[in-house]
């Protein structure tokens, strides 16, 4: 029979292993959500799409991408307040890792969007999965370290992505992703459910869990579901735009070497590895993970400034642009937390896989008004009209949701 010690010995280590699966699981996903990026103009040439045609390409295949993100977040999250934490990350993973080597595979352009859709549904669940998990697992006090070193070693899977896309073929840097998914399965063994789901489930089977629609029930769960997600947006509208679309928008703003899009990103993402780690470090300092959003909008603010002033003098500039931008848009690992700490048990892991996926979903409307505004403003303007509006909404936001550091978890929505 186990002694109180042996007790806490493993409840420790289950927790610890949780942090590590989720960390791993994460870092796969990102690795796959930001290798269509890296490889777009090599992959898409690769299938036999013109020069002409790739930015259109391109916008398609990153638009069926992130549609698939939305209904893979609400399927998912679902899941993951009827079935278990656990079911749905590893569900996941094994969906995105095959996908991941269907990518590898395709030859035509249809079945390249085919690919990034299946791709995109199991790219949705991990991260709210392993958030929730996390959340649940870890004592309030110590929450918000947690969920930072699972965010902060997920970001680091860009960079990975892009080294390995600098060193391989591109249907080989798909391949590499989807073996690394795969061997996270042999992780699955010893990872226990979140106690305090597993409660619920028992004591509370009443209780409806994973009802999508009851976040809008009410104008309050609603404001904060809403609220959540606006906060995220200028992320994606980074790493989207002004990123991902790194060729194009050093050529509108005047560059005579137009900047590597797979660099752009890898020095993107080694910044936003640096500031997922500062806002999570900085919301358990000041213990609020208000104002470490706070602080971190008014960088993104400011970073995005510097982007259009002084990114368009040279390369190293443009590089450092992108480097202060990543910095200053790594509030990834605060604005998950806050997500699973708004909402009560039943509907935490529906509301903190959704609303990242919402987040990355947004990226749709954001490059159609990108691409709406473009034939007026060009290029340039187009970016910087859109970048203001998802600022002034995540501002607005942030006002409008509570305090939830140190928050007991333990609650029904």
């Known amino acids: ?26 870092f796969v996903d990102i690795y796959d959500l930001l290798l269509f990026g ?26 069926v ?12 999250g679902v899941l993951g307040d009827k079935k278990g ?24 352009l249809p079945q390249y969007a085919a690919a990034r859709f299946f791709a995109g549904i199991g790219l949705a669940g991990e991260l ?26 997920g970001i680091t899977g860009a960079v990975v992505g892009a080294l390995v896309a600098k060193l391989t073929f591109w249907r080989t840097s798909y391949f590499v992703g989807g073996g690394l998914g795969l061997m996270l399965l042999l992780l699955r063994v010893g990872v226990l459910e979140s106690g305090v789901y597993a409660r619920l489930k028992k004591e509370k089977s009443h209780v409806s869990r994973g009802n999508f629609f009851r976040l809008f029930s009410s104008w309050a ?17 980074v790493v989207a735009i002004l990123i991902t679309f790194a060729p194009e928008m050093g050529k509108a703003m005047g560059m005579a070497k137009v900047p590597d899009a797979a660099f752009a990103i890898m020095i993107s993402y080694s910044g936003l590895a640096v500031g997922d ?49 990543g910095v200053a848009t790594g509030y990834w690992a605060v604005f998950v937390t806050v997500a699973s700490e708004q909402f009560g048990t039943n509907l935490r892991a529906t509301a903190t896989t959704t609303a990242p996926n919402f987040v990355r979903g947004a990226v749709v409307p954001i490059t159609i ?36 550091y140190g928050k007991d978890l333990d609650f029904i929505d």
Do not use: H
């Open 369 to 404: 008004g990108f691409n709406a505004l473009k034939g007026t403003l060009g290029v340039r303007g187009s970016a910087i009209a859109v970048g203001v509006v998802t600022l002034v909404l995540a501002m607005f936001a942030l006002a409008s949701l509570e305090e939830t």
């Open 221 to 237: 769960r609603a404001r904060r579901y809403v609220g959540v997600i606006l906060v995220g947006v200028p992320i994606w509208y």
């Open 1 to 26: 029979m186990a002694t109180g010690e042996e007790t806490k010995d493993s409840a420790r280590l289950n927790v610890q292993l949780a942090v590590v699966v989720a960390a791993l699981g994460y």
């Open 85 to 108: 934490r656990l079911s749905v990350l590893f569900g996941s993973i094994v969906l995105y890792s095959l996908a991941n080597v269907a990518n590898g595979l395709v030859q035509t």
């Open 128 to 153: 709210g999965a392993g958030i929730t998990l996390v959340s649940e697992s870890l004592d309030k006090r110590m929450r918000g370290y947690g969920t930072t070193i699972v965010a902060t070693v």
């Open 38 to 63: 890296i490889v777009r103009k090599t992959s898409l040439a690769g299938i036999g799409v013109p020069e002409s045609q790739q930015l259109a390409a391109g916008t398609l295949l990153l638009n």
């Open 277 to 325: 780690f500062t806002s999570g470090a900085l919301s358990q300092i000041v213990k609020s993970r208000k104002r470490s959003l706070g602080v971190f909008l008014v960088m993104t603010a400011l970073a995005i400034a510097l982007y259009f002033v002084i990114g368009g003098r040279s390369l190293f500039w443009f590089y450092a642009a992108c480097a202060f931008l």
């Open 65 to 76: 991408q992130m549609g698939a993100l939305l209904l893979g977040g609400i399927l998912w």
